[in-house]
């Protein structure tokens, strides 16, 4: 065994990531939602018990929205890591153009990078695609459905290569189907144990970017 994972397993997160990592959670109301202790930022607390989480979950948050309170909500902590969670409001609403939406997506991406923050995007989108032999229009809204999901997945996709994130493309990939009552409290939104198996889709993605970051830490000391 590495010493490595020699300490982790003897001191927990502390022996590895140190007790001075802020991570935001930073969404709509899939960040939001679970309950007390229920939300899938408090069930990747329990696993980072050295982490510092703070949940910025907003119900009804859209790409603009996010935009606009990203300063107070997210960038005046000083955040390590931002987990970002935003897209399914402007997806299910379809009332501004994709092209729209990168911008701001690329606006909130590029201030926590400028910021000094790692991000990892976290999405429902991301294994989506275009119907073969159809194309999506950037420029006008209320396209359908499905070339909203792949125009997102195709930004995301961009914007992780060109800002060097971490990336979860579809973190409900093991709750679904949806209306389960075990793991969903209604058609959209995961409950506590939903989000607990949420947490543990993100977690592996998070842990990497952790490391990483501690290592870069490591080099420039």
């Known amino acids: 065994m590495k010493w490595t994972a020699f300490f982790a397993l ?7 990531f140190g007790g001075d990592i802020v991570i935001v959670c930073f969404g709509d109301s899939l960040t939001a939602c679970g309950g007390r202790n229920g939300r899938y930022s408090d069930w990747l607390a329990k696993a980072l018990p050295e982490c510092r989480f703070v949940n910025r ?34 997806y299910w609403r379809r009332k501004r153009s994709l092209a729209e939406l990168k911008r701001d997506y690329e606006s909130i991406v590029s201030r926590c990078r400028a910021a000094g923050a790692d991000l990892l995007i976290v999405s429902c989108f991301g294994n989506d695609k275009v119907p073969e032999g ?41 709750i679904t189907p949806k209306g389960r009552k075990d793991l969903w409290s209604d058609k959209n939104h995961p409950n506590a144990e939903g989000n607990r198996i949420v947490a543990d889709t993100i977690l592996p993605e998070l842990r990497r970017l952790l490391t990483a970051r501690t290592g870069r830490k490591k080099d420039a000391i």
């Not at 990203?70 to 931002?82: Q, R, Y």
């Not at 459905?145 to 961009?158: D, N, P, W």
Request: proline content about 6%.
């Open 57 to 90: 979950g907003k119900g009804g948050d859209t790409l603009g929205g996010g935009l606009g309170r990203l300063e107070t909500a997210v960038l005046s902590l000083k955040p390590d890591i931002v987990v970002l969670e935003l897209g399914p409001n402007d």
């Open 10 to 16: 003897l001191f927990g997160a502390a022996g590895v």
């Open 134 to 174: 159809e194309e999506i229009d950037f420029t006008r809204p209320g396209i359908p459905l499905a070339h909203y999901a792949a125009g997102l997945a195709q930004i995301e996709r961009e914007l992780v290569k060109k800002y060097r994130c971490a990336y979860v493309p579809d973190l409900q990939c093991d």
